[in-house]
């Protein structure tokens, strides 16, 4: 027995000799990769290129896990390498990205999982407050919610990104998974449960089957909601686990929505136009003639020259009674030919056509 044991401890130091070399080699290549990235850094700035290139990192992240041998993950491998791109990022220049906050909000996640940890966040009172931020210069993008696969279209965004110069230069999709974060130590203990209108509806089985009898306060943000249920004893929120961090208040009960595949969609807003990954997609907004078969007409030149169209959402247009705008998602890049020609076409039939950006497709969740 004592042979096998001290045998187990000859191979766990061989293993633990391996790893420490196997990091400085890590350490050392992370150290060349950076200052690379500062040298490009260098010459962007005498160009006056943006430093920001999402079509860049869309195409480094979807090799590196392309090209993964495993065992690790895909997306984890995604994930260490989207802070290191973070991080050298920064050192060519750090990043300020405004947000619809306060902080601990789904929005903080998102820019969390598109821009990494090595940027300066700015919460943002109202979705108005993002994009004046961007547009004013005082942060240099912007993090909207746009849609959610269960409660639709956000409205706000939409109506701004008419009048904006602002471009969508990327998107998220963040699943969203609803934690109740309490202090107590079970679901007993919990005397009142904080949280937004539309966390309370996605989490009304849950609630009925564990809480039934507990109040429900609704308040203005899940990240509030996180920062009163942490200063109470019976407190409890329901909200994400960004959430839990930047509040210091831990998980009672994980994923309790009901709709397990619920993901919330967001855009990044910028200055720049993106030029093509390889995976793309284009959103446009148009309005159309007020007559009889006017939509169809101005569909008619995507499905003709074969683009795929992914969303179709309409709006009130604001400047006349009945009058609708319509906001398309199509897959494909501005540039594509196929798109290309949709598009000139297009321009050439809708009485208003605006582009609102071609950008890299985002990972599913």
Same mark, same amino acid.
Not at 71 to 79: I, K, M, Y
Not at 145 to 172: F, H, K, Q, W
Not at 223 to 231: H, Q
């Given at each position: 027995m004592t042979g096998t044991v001290a045998g187990d401890d000859d191979e766990l130091a061989r293993h633990r000799d391996a790893i420490d070399a196997l990091d400085r080699e890590i350490l050392a290549r992370l150290s060349e990769r950076a200052r690379h990235a500062q040298a490009i850094g260098r010459l962007k700035?005498?160009?006056?290129?943006?430093?920001?290139?999402?079509?860049?990192? +869309? @195409?480094?992240? *979807?090799?590196?896990?392309?090209?993964?041998?495993?065992? $690790? %993950?895909?997306?984890?491998?995604? /994930? &260490?390498?989207?802070?290191?791109?973070?991080?050298?990022?920064?050192?060519?220049?750090?990043?300020?990205?405004?947000?619809?906050?306060?902080?601990?909000?789904?929005?903080?996640?998102?820019?969390?999982?598109?821009?990494?940890?090595?940027?300066?966040?700015?919460?943002?009172?109202?979705?108005?407050?993002?994009?004046?931020?961007?547009?004013?210069?005082?942060?240099?993008?912007?993090?909207?919610?746009?849609?959610?696969?269960?409660?639709?279209?956000?409205?706000?965004?939409?109506?701004?990104?008419?009048?904006?110069?602002?471009?969508?230069?990327?998107?998220?999709?963040?699943?969203?998974?609803?934690?109740?974060?309490?202090?107590?130590?079970?679901?007993?203990?919990?005397?009142?449960?904080?949280?937004? +209108? @539309?966390?309370? *509806?996605?989490?009304?089985?849950?609630?009925?089957?564990? $809480? %039934?009898?507990?109040?429900?306060? /609704? &308040?203005?943000?899940?990240?509030?909601?996180?920062?009163?249920?942490?200063?109470?004893?019976?407190?409890?929120?329901?909200?994400?686990?960004?959430?839990?961090?930047?509040?210091?208040?831990?998980?009672?009960?994980?994923?309790?929505?009901?709709?397990?595949n619920n993901t919330t969609r967001f855009w990044v807003l910028g200055r720049q136009q993106v030029a093509a990954s390889g995976r793309d997609e284009t959103s446009l907004v148009m309005s159309t003639p007020n007559r009889p078969g006017a939509v169809h007409a101005l569909l008619e030149p995507l499905a003709r020259h074969g683009v795929s169209m992914t969303r179709f959402e309409s709006r009130p247009a604001r400047t006349g009674l009945w009058e609708y705008l319509f906001y398309i998602d199509v897959t494909g890049h501005r540039d594509d030919p196929p798109v290309a020609a949709a598009l000139a076409e297009l321009s050439q039939r809708a009485p208003f056509l605006k582009l609102l950006g071609s950008y890299p497709a985002a990972r599913e969740p």
């Open positions: 700035e005498g160009s006056g290129a943006p430093s920001y290139r999402p079509e860049r990192e +869309a @195409q480094v992240l *979807a090799r590196i896990e392309r090209e993964n041998p495993g065992p $690790l %993950p895909g997306e984890a491998v995604v /994930v &260490v390498f989207r802070q290191i791109m973070s991080a050298c990022l920064a050192l060519e220049r750090r990043l300020s990205i405004a947000y619809l906050g306060p902080p601990g909000t789904f929005t903080h996640a998102a820019v969390a999982r598109h821009f990494g940890a090595f940027v300066d966040v700015v919460p943002q009172g109202t979705i108005d407050e993002v994009f004046r931020a961007a547009e004013s210069g005082r942060c240099d993008y912007a993090v909207v919610p746009v849609e959610n696969s269960t409660e639709g279209a956000v409205g706000r965004t939409l109506d701004l990104m008419v009048v904006t110069d602002l471009s969508v230069v990327g998107e998220v999709k963040l699943r969203v998974q609803q934690n109740l974060l309490s202090r107590a130590g079970s679901l007993a203990d919990v005397r009142q449960v904080y949280s937004h +209108a @539309q966390s309370f *509806a996605q989490c009304v089985q849950w609630l009925a089957r564990h $809480l %039934p009898t507990v109040p429900r306060i /609704v &308040v203005a943000s899940n990240a509030e909601a996180a920062r009163l249920a942490a200063a109470e004893a019976g407190g409890a929120a329901i909200a994400g686990e960004i959430a839990s961090t930047t509040y210091g208040i831990p998980v009672l009960a994980a994923h309790i929505e009901d709709e397990p």
